[in-house]
């Protein structure tokens, strides 16, 4: 008597005849989300440096990039469908809207979080405005701002599955096939994939946050200074010898 095929089994059948299909819709999720993420970066770095200059205009703009977060993903898509119908222009209008507080609220929190007397003392050094924001306040916020694109890119990644739904790629049309047709096999060789790229994301950025950090930071220049200290004394101590034979 036959039993019943068990999920791991049916799990392994599915990948092995659509692995094609699987790493196509893999790379459409990667597409959408690097894109979204990459216009997410674009527009609210800039305007975070710019709210450090305004402060009047702050609580409207992160108050409305708040708002945004808090619509459910699957309204907003809809809301969406009026202005740009259905399709991956809906679903990464949709992502950058949803992924934008982290990146913004970051942004400006990590520049107003360096020391003022930093930038009183790079102005006095002669310093333009801008050679302030590159070689010192954005240097220092750095880990800052990571962070937030972090947050932002977990947050898009998932969601991005939910753009199957107004007629998108990526791994939700795998999700909500198997929905469908109630097959958790399926299912779940679409949410793998995406749980996997989330988790390689965060850990990613994790590591550049760690590497940007302060204790970090000040390892390697401690280590750059050690290393300037031995390569001139051995240059001293070769001065020293080259004399004594010469004397």
Known sequence: MNSDPTFMELLYKFVAKN??????????????SL?????????????????????????????????????PSLALLA?????????????????????????????????????PSLVQAARGMGMTEMQILFKVQLPLARPVLIAGMRVATVWIIG?????????????????FSGLASIRYEVVFAGALPATVLALFADQGLKMVQEYYSPKNRAMRLARKAEKLEKINREEME???????VSG
């Not at 692995?19 to 959408?32: E, G, K, M, N, S």
């Not at 990039?65 to 808090?70: R, V, Y």
Request: charge should be neutral.
């Open 19 to 32: 692995y094609d299909r699987i790493l196509f819709l893999t790379w459409q999720h990667i597409y959408i």
């Open 35 to 71: 894109i979204a993420l990459g216009i997410t970066i674009i527009i609210c770095v800039p305007l975070g440096i710019y709210l450090t200059k305004n402060e009047k205009l702050t609580p409207y703009a992160i108050g409305l990039a708040n708002i945004f977060e808090t619509i």
């Open 79 to 115: 809301f969406l469908i009026f202005p740009l119908g259905i399709g991956n222009k809906n679903a990464i209008c949709a992502l950058v809207l949803y992924a934008a507080l982290p990146v913004l609220q970051n942004t400006y929190t990590g520049i107003k979080s360096v020391p």
């Open 159 to 175: 969601t991005a599955t939910l753009a199957a739904a107004i007629g998108g790629g990526g791994l939700g049309k795998l999700i």
């Open 238 to 244: 070769e001065n020293c010898q080259e004399n004594m």
